[in-house]
């Protein structure tokens, strides 16, 4: 079965209470430190955003299929895969950013979670992007079609990226690799 | 036209003639290094349905996050994570007080010039101190070089620091990368590969590179590499025993950004709660109460660390309502510091010693924060909650800086401590 390559969901759009950007969003605000014990994925999706001021109770109103946008270097700081997988427990759909951190990236993609950059996102203007907006997004040419009218670009899908999303996961990919 | 260090090294490992920025590769990784998540990644390994890691000698582990263990579920851990070594035949398994991977790694001989080393850390970039191309990688990743052997990598686009001019007195690699991450910012080398050079850089130390390239992961980092040389040579001998080919940037390679910083006037620099890149000259905080100094961890529990701060301490004693928490980073540094007389003069001073390990940097053991408390701290992150409570706050800074502030109780400027 090939998993779909334009994917539609809600957007949880990361701003502060001014409505400007949270840039940097470290992996210890998208899940903190004490709850690194945690090794059950399905439990740890009630913590997801629990520690980024202002998005304490994200976890409680995502539904599967939402996706999220946040700024520059999302998912900077540590290599904890849980801040990825507490994103995958709650069944989001996609995380659209600026930019993220280099191994929270790699995580993503190796999780089978797709993971969308968008170079120029910060720089369009303030309010473009509202939570519960709807978002299209195609992994395959890297466009983005927002509330059906507004279309921008962000980067593709690089051939392994989409070879393990197709695949599921890094696991999965390595058997067919095997196969 | 010349290639930079990431693309030679990428390019000789991948058996390409050359490779370009943003180019994916397949390549077989010399070292693997995880350390108390290899009770999870030994999970997700066994989940792949291969029973035997590709090859024991890549898998490099240490036992350095909480040490000894602070519960059950983390003594569970390790457990499950020693038997995994022995049922896999891993020889160079660290366990409980050996100290940080970081330190340990190289230490045991695990990081030479040329060599491409991953690790399940965000700061594994540290090993790029010695010559080598060392990225980290998440836990899933981990296990899947356990079982492959092999990792895929994009190319990075590479960017040159080129660092002139003498460090003053009392100013250190420390406020060195402080000031350069307070310039380029939390994501100023995303995805990047970042190449140290300069008379400023060849005239560190070991202990002082392994600083740089160690934050440099606060940047945003892939990896961060310093061209081999004669300190580098003297320090890995005895250690790395087998040959090895060192891989050198072209001079005329291509970079995405060149920026050059002269280290002369440089001040104590201090990155202030709650990003790494939130980075002050000392002057600008001075006087700020402190509760708790911790001088330690992979980025500043080195011999030459403790010496600096020794020196500012011997004889003396901590302010009375500061504790001044030392973790050498390594077995070998505590016994070196020991013989130095350092470990007694820091203890005498009022210090408390703790075993090598991570200690309290990432909060979960062994000096967490109370709310309203402020730590300064050697370490190389001050994310809100990161050493316990949220309400509390966090300064980094040097060795010699953290020495300086225990002694007065405030934040101080090392050049001005007697």
Not at chain 1, 86 to 93: K, M, T
Not at chain 2, 177 to 204: P, Q
Request: net charge negative.
């Amino acid at each position: 079965m090939r998993r779909p390559t334009k994917i539609i969901g809600q957007l949880w759009v990361l701003l502060d209470s001014e409505g400007q950007w949270i840039d940097d969003i470290d992996t210890d605000m998208i899940f903190h430190n004490r709850y690194l014990h945690i090794t059950d994925i399905d439990a740890m999706g009630q913590y997801a955003l629990d520690n980024l001021k202002g998005w304490e109770t994200f976890a409680q109103q995502a539904k599967p299929g939402d996706m999220i946008m946040a700024g520059k270097n999302f998912g900077a700081g540590s290599s904890r895969q849980q801040a990825v997988d507490c994103f995958r427990a709650l069944g989001i759909g996609a995380l659209v950013a600026e930019s993220f951190g280099a191994i929270y990236k790699r995580n993503a993609i190796n999780s089978g979670l797709p993971i969308v950059v968008v170079p120029e996102l910060t720089k369009m203007p303030p309010g473009t992007f509202n939570t519960g907006d709807a978002l299209m997004i195609d992994l395959v040419t890297g466009e983005l079609l927002l509330n059906g009218e507004l279309t921008f670009r962000g980067e593709p899908f690089s051939r392994v990226q989409m070879d393990i999303y197709q695949a599921g996961n890094l696991f999965e990919y390595g058997r067919q690799l095997e196969q | 036209m010349g290639y930079t260090f990431a693309e030679k090294i990428l390019a000789r490992r991948a058996g390409l003639a050359h490779v370009a920025p943003g180019q994916i590769v397949t390549v077989k990784p010399d070292r693997l290094l995880t350390h108390d998540n290899t009770a999870d990644i030994s999970r997700k390994f066994r989940k792949i349905g291969v029973d035997r890691v590709s090859d024991p000698q890549m898998n490099v582990i240490v036992l350095d996050h909480v040490v000894p263990a602070a519960d059950e579920t983390y003594a569970t851990n390790h457990k499950v994570i020693r038997e995994f070594v022995v049922e896999q035949g891993i020889p160079a398994f660290y366990d409980v007080g050996e100290g940080i991977c970081h330190q340990v790694l190289p230490e045991k001989g695990h990081a030479w010039p040329g060599a491409v080393i991953v690790g399940s850390d965000s700061h594994t970039p540290t090993h790029g101190a010695f010559g080598a191309f060392a990225a980290g990688i998440g836990r899933t990743e981990a296990a899947a070089v356990m079982a492959t052997g092999t990792i895929w990598l994009r190319v990075p686009e590479s960017i040159k620091i080129v660092l002139t001019g003498a460090l003053p007195p009392r100013v250190s690699a420390k406020d060195v990368i402080l000031h350069i991450i307070g310039r380029l910012k939390a994501d100023g080398a995303t995805y990047c590969s970042v190449e140290f050079m300069g008379e400023a850089i060849a005239a560190l130390s070991m202990s002082g590179r392994m600083t740089l390239t160690n934050m440099s992961a606060e940047m945003g980092a892939k990896n961060a590499v310093v061209a081999p040389d004669a300190i580098t040579r003297a320090w890995l001998e005895r250690r790395v025993t087998h040959p090895y080919e060192e891989v050198h940037a072209d001079p005329d390679a291509h970079y995405a950004r060149v920026l050059e910083f002269d280290v002369s006037d440089l001040a104590p620099q201090i990155a202030k709660p709650h990003t790494v890149d939130n980075v002050v000259p000392i002057t600008e905080v001075i006087g700020v109460r402190i509760d708790q100094a911790l001088l330690g961890t992979c980025t500043n529990g080195r011999l030459e660390d403790l010496r600096a701060a020794a020196g500012l301490l011997r004889g003396k004693h901590i302010a009375p309502n500061v504790r001044l928490l030392v973790l050498p980073a390594s077995r070998e540094v505590l016994l070196a510091a020991i013989s130095e007389g350092i470990v007694a003069d820091l203890v005498t001073a009022g210090a408390t010693l703790l075993n090598p390990g991570c200690g309290p940097c990432l909060g979960a053991h062994q000096g967490c924060m109370a709310p309203a408390e402020v730590t300064i701290s050697t370490a190389n992150r001050n994310f809100k909650g990161r050493m316990g409570s949220k309400n509390a706050f966090i300064y980094l800074g040097s060795p010699a800086t953290v020495a300086a502030s225990a002694l007065a109780g405030v934040i101080t400027d090392p050049r001005e401590a007697a």
